[in-house]
């Protein structure tokens, strides 16, 4: 076998040391290292500050991706690191051990934070963050953790409050506006903004929460609801509840026909509605938007109409509804009985889809009617995308929202993970492409992003993607937060961490690396605006809260003038 030479780095834990010693090796293959995985380890194997940070410096080497960018940039020697902070971290001796005070104790524990601070502040990967608990009291036992992140010692750059921005761009939009208020599925508020600009009705204006739009505004239909049974193993009728058991076990006869009385109506009534004309028509428009995505206005009318008399229908899941019965346990079985086969009677003819197909055209059709089908149709000439303070979210978003501003297919970045453990085994710089959307705009136009520092990660990523299309869109405002770099599982590619390793760190570090069409990486810096406007001051800030109908936003005004020479 031919011999390769190399030095390997050996973990040993020891004597409760984490100890790391570099030693040549002979005859060694890439598959015969053995690399313990970082969410692998336990608490037993942290019993020191110096293991704490060993293990740390271990799980950045291995997983972190943007070392070499680093080593360019400010010089980062990730080894030089390591010789600097290990005496340091070995210093501290108070970790979880006895004999030791509690101003002892909190002393380590911050030096340790600016230890990890000054370590983590040079981090260039703007999704990057880490949380590390440490011992902070000796008597308790109490602990505090402590949050890092790239830049944290940077002085933080103005920007405005969302609802702020969309309590003073709501009296610049004009008649037609669509707004959109729900709550996300992290328990979040969800706001959309859109309309024509009262001052230009040929400028359109977007604004978002985040990146959630294909969860919270797209309109996702089957082919039909509440269609006809094939069969009748699951149909249920008037017959199927009067010989119950349940019902005939009931000995008081007023009561028993009260039941059937209100069941038998119930149930008629909810066939009544499945099988209105309200309903074909309903099903009518579900195929023209399988088809064209159109949502008309009467498609929007029709849904809302259908939901109002849903809501009509008599509520037969709660005992205490029944008109005139008590809850009583000779009763209740029947009761039972009653909501177990209507809940699979009416599941089985698709009406829970039926609800939330109508919540969607009526919640999200003026989004299709007002914005997204006119852009399609070539109606939209101008565009205000507004992003500012916008942290990101879905990747899906850009299948569904970006890509309808696309009209041809360029490279608008490349993306690179690792390839092993070593902390500069990369893959090739791999480019990523903008793709038209089914529905997209016929023809590029005029288009303005306004970004700020709060405009992250998918914020960059329309930005970048736009901009290949053409000199036709420009960006406005204040560099972006330069947090472009993928995120992803770690069964889907090599590298990044977004987990516990022990329960002394959290690491939320991504996988992938990005640069722009340019070759020129832009994570810590930020998309450049074509048009840089000054960040907002304190003043600023405050007078948009305070006086939206007499407050100029510099940003949006840019990028009118702009606009309007277009």
């Not at 709550?183 to 977007?206: Q, W």
């Not at 009067?242 to 009931?250: D, I, M, R």
Request: glycine share 6%.
């Amino acid at each position: 076998m031919k011999d390769i030479i190399k030095n390997i780095r050996i973990i040993i834990f020891a004597s409760g040391m984490l100890l790391t010693l570099t030693v040549p090796n002979s005859c060694v293959r890439n598959e015969d290292i053995a690399i313990t995985e970082p969410d692998r380890y336990t608490d037993e194997n942290v019993k020191s500050y110096v293991d704490l940070f060993t293990l740390f410096w271990n799980t950045m080497d291995e997983r972190y991706n943007y070392f070499y960018e680093q080593k360019r940039k400010d010089g980062m020697d990730w080894d030089a690191i390591y010789k600097e902070y290990y005496p340091k971290f070995a210093a501290l001796k108070s970790f979880n051990r006895t004999g030791f005070s509690d101003p002892q104790v909190q002393e380590d524990a911050d030096k340790a934070i600016e230890y990890f601070t000054n370590i983590i502040d040079p981090i260039m990967d703007r999704h990057f963050s880490l949380q590390v608990k440490l011992p902070y009291s000796a008597t308790t036992g109490v602990s505090k953790t402590a949050p890092f992140w790239g830049g944290m010692k940077s002085e933080r750059t103005n920007t405005y409050g969302f609802t702020a921005k969309t309590n003073y761009m709501r009296m610049k939009l004009g008649e037609g506006m669509v707004e959109r208020n729900a709550e996300s599925f992290d328990g979040g508020l969800f706001t959309l903004l859109e309309g024509k600009l009262r001052s230009n009705p040929d400028i359109h204006y977007i604004t978002f929460t985040q990146f959630s739009l294909t969860s919270m505004m797209a309109i996702n239909l089957e082919d039909k609801y509440i269609e006809p049974f094939s069969d009748n193993k699951t149909v249920f009728t008037a017959a199927d509840i009067e010989k119950s058991p349940e019902l005939n076990a009931v000995s008081d006869v007023n009561i028993k026909n009260s039941l059937k009385e209100f069941a038998i109506n119930t149930l008629n009534s909810y066939n009544n509605y499945m099988t209105s004309d309200k309903i074909n028509i309903f099903n009518g428009y579900v195929k023209g938007f399988k088809e064209n995505e159109t949502v008309t206005e009467n498609f929007i009318k029709t849904s809302i109409e259908l939901l109002r008399d849903m809501s009509a229908l008599p509520v037969y899941r709660v005992p205490y509804l029944y008109p005139g019965i008590g809850v009583d346990s000779k009763v209740m079985p029947f009761v039972f009985w009653f909501t177990d086969h209507m809940n699979a009677y009416l599941a089985a003819r698709g009406y829970p889809e039926l609800i939330s197909a109508l919540s969607m055209v009526s919640g999200s059709g003026p989004f299709y009617s007002k914005f997204l089908n006119p852009l399609h149709k070539g109606e939209v000439k101008k565009m205000i995308i507004d992003v500012r303070g916008n942290p990101g979210g879905s990747v899906m978003d850009a299948r569904f929202f970006i890509d309808r501003f696309i009209t041809q297919k360029t490279i608008f970045a490349y993306q690179r993970t690792k390839e092993g453990n070593g902390r500069f085994n990369y893959t090739p710089w791999i480019p990523a492409e903008t793709n038209p959307h089914k529905f997209s705009m016929p023809a590029n136009i005029p288009i303005v992003i306004l970004t700020d520092k709060g405009s992250a990660s998918m914020s960059e990523m329309l930005t970048m993607m736009l901009k290949s299309q053409g000199n036709q869109v420009i960006s406005i405002g204040d560099y972006s937060a330069g947090a472009t770099a993928g995120l992803g599982g770690p069964d889907e590619f090599n590298g990044g961490i977004t987990s516990n390793v022990t329960s002394y760190l959290s690491f939320y570090m991504p996988l992938m690396a990005l640069k722009d069409k340019n070759n020129e990486i832009v994570e810590g810096v930020g998309v450049k605006p074509e048009v840089y406007v000054a960040p907002p001051t304190d003043a600023e800030i405050e007078e948009m809260k305070r006086s939206p109908q007499t407050f100029v936003d510099r940003v949006i005004t840019e990028a009118v003038k702009y606009l309007s020479s277009k």
